[in-house]
T-cell receptor
Framework: DVKVTQSSRYLVKRTGEKVFLECVQDMDHENMFWYRQDPGLGLRLIYFSYDVKMKEKGDIPEGYSVSREKKERFSLILESASTNQTSMYLC????????????FGPGTRLTVT | QKEVEQDPGPLSVPEGAIVSLNCTYSNSAFQYFMWYRQYSRKGPELLMYTYSSGNKEDGRFTAQVDKSSKYISLFIRDSQPSDSATYLCAMSATNAGKSTFGDGTTLTVKP
């Protein structure tokens, strides 16, 4: 079974803090994704990466950056957390030619106070 | 207007009922159509995907795509309490393109 793990299930941070969310997959997938999920807004793509050190902006990249130094690990960085970044963050991965078949992690519920 | 619209629900049915979950879309370039199931406090898991039009069956689940109407459905036969979850539709134009997700329909199957 594909396993996608995320570093924290719940996280509480203060406004202005730098926040790191880590994601690791164990299936040698080329593609990795970061989404946020909010009621009424569904799943929105923040960034994705199709290879090590490669990244593409998704639909809502503002306020976020990413890092992919190793194939199995994809990090999401909130440079200066704000209350409107309170959300559920989901990481996913997929094989190179099958972006439509994504495997998700359990999510990180981030609260910014 | 969103590219993908999903019946918001929530939907509550008795055990054994046939459930129909639906999405409409506006982008005629979509060719890959996926259904994900998300249990409470978990990440989504891929249930089924269909390429282009037609039906696909997997056990109690049937995915149906009507590209002429830009309408997709997921049918669940003999629904079980374990089917209680939020169901997300998702679509992609190519096998290398990003997916666009619906907002999800929450289903409760009552014993």
């Amino acid at each position: 079974d594909v396993k996608v793990t995320q570093s924290s299930r719940y996280l509480v941070k203060r406004t202005g803090e730098k926040v790191f969310l880590e994601c690791v997959q164990d299936m040698d997938h080329e593609n990795m994704f970061w989404y946020r999920q909010d009621p009424g807004l569904g799943l929105r793509l923040i960034y994705f990466s199709y290879d090590v050190k490669m990244k593409e902006k998704g639909d809502i990249p503002e306020g976020y950056s990413v890092s992919r130094e190793k194939k199995e690990r994809f990090s999401l960085i909130l440079e200066s957390a704000s209350t409107n970044q309170t959300s559920m963050y989901l990481c996913a991965s997929s094989f190179g030619g099958r972006l439509y078949e994504q495997y998700f992690g359990p999510g990180t519920r981030l609260t910014v106070t | 207007q969103k590219e993908v619209e999903q019946d918001p629900g929530p939907l509550s049915v008795p055990e054994g009922a046939i459930v129909s979950l639906n999405c409409t879309y506006s982008n005629s370039a979509f060719q890959y159509f996926m259904w994900y199931r998300q249990y409470s406090r978990k990440g989504p898991e891929l249930l089924m995907y269909t390429y282009s039009s037609g039906n696909k069956e997997d056990g109690r689940f049937t995915a149906q795509v009507d590209k002429s109407s830009k309408y997709i459905s997921l049918f669940i036969r003999d629904s079980q309490p374990s089917d209680s979850a939020t169901y997300l539709c998702a679509m992609s134009a190519t096998n290398a393109g990003k997916s666009t997700f619906g907002d999800g329909t929450t289903l409760t199957v009552k014993p």
